[in-house]
């Protein structure tokens, strides 16, 4: 790949989705894509350039570009701090407002979702803290850029590295073991719904809306600061007022906005809507 290439990709790829990469991700870029290029039977990846920026069925290459490009490492609860911080912090508190008589709703983003065990994670424990026996309508948004990915997740069947994490009370609890895979239950799948969604697509954002809680983890670091700022202003428009941020454990808003007041509790910072 030659450097003029790999800018032109580097751009259609930061136009697209907001991921950027530096020159030194080279080689990175031209080992994720070398095999879109031979599934396309093209020749060079200056030709897969030009595909994607001129095909008519380039759009339908999107998705794999978006699959080849990012990420999908996760486990069921991760970051067991957070976690804890939401069950017994954030949880706590909307419950506490919602006592009034009425209905009551909870509603969740998890953005991106990867292959579902962040929202599968939520719901397990929302049902641990019995909010649907409660009379809680709970609704988990999930949604990720890559649409395989999202095909994983509602399938919800899973190896031994995905549920390394997993307390084994939940595991026996909210999984069916099949050979050497674990099956999420339906009782947990039923709360979650997945879409496809681009973090810099903001109609699409504003189209969901409405949140008590959003999970958007370990992804802003693949951002620019034009791009982190759009992005956590656009959560921000989509949490109701006193709803909470969720962000990776070694990110940070500093600098990026001033529009959430931080909340410490345990080990984990939050950042919460006023």
């Known amino acids: 790949m030659s450097l003029e290439t790999f800018k032109n990709l580097r751009d259609l790829i930061y136009e697209k989705s907001g991921i950027y990469f530096v020159e030194n991700k080279k080689y990175f870029l031209e080992n994720r894509l070398s095999k879109r290029v031979l599934e396309r039977n093209l020749k060079s990846f200056e030709e897969y350039y030009f595909f994607l920026k001129y095909d008519p069925r380039k759009t339908q290459e999107y998705p794999f570009l978006y699959d080849s490009v990012t990420t999908n490492e996760t486990s069921f609860f991760r970051n067991p701090p957070q976690l804890e911080a939401f069950e017994n912090f954030v949880l706590k508190e909307v419950m506490d407002k919602a006592r009034n008589p009425g209905p009551k709703k909870l509603r969740i983003l998890s953005l991106p979702c990867s292959t579902g065990e962040e929202p599968y994670t939520l719901s397990m424990i929302c049902l641990e803290k019995k909010l649907p026996a409660q009379g809680w309508a709970l609704e988990i948004q999930a949604g990720d850029i890559s649409p395989g990915t999202l095909d994983s997740a509602r399938k919800g069947i899973y190896g031994k590295n995905s549920v390394r994490n997993t307390p084994p009370y939940y595991l026996n609890k909210y999984f069916t073991l099949s050979g050497e895979n674990y099956i999420i239950k339906d009782e947990v799948k039923r709360f979650v719904q997945f879409d496809c969604v681009n973090l810099v697509d903001s109609r699409k ?30 959560l921000y428009d989509a949490l109701k007022p006193n709803g909470f941020l969720f962000i990776g454990h070694s990110e940070s808003l500093h600098n990026i906005s001033r529009a959430f007041k931080l909340v410490n509790f345990s080990r984990s910072p939050i950042y919460k809507k006023e």
Request: hydrophobic letters at 45%.
């Open 205 to 234: 954002i504003k189209i969901f809306g409405n949140f008590d809680v959003i999970f958007c983890r370990n992804v802003l670091i693949y951002f620019d600061e034009k791009i982190k700022r759009k992005v956590v202003s656009d």
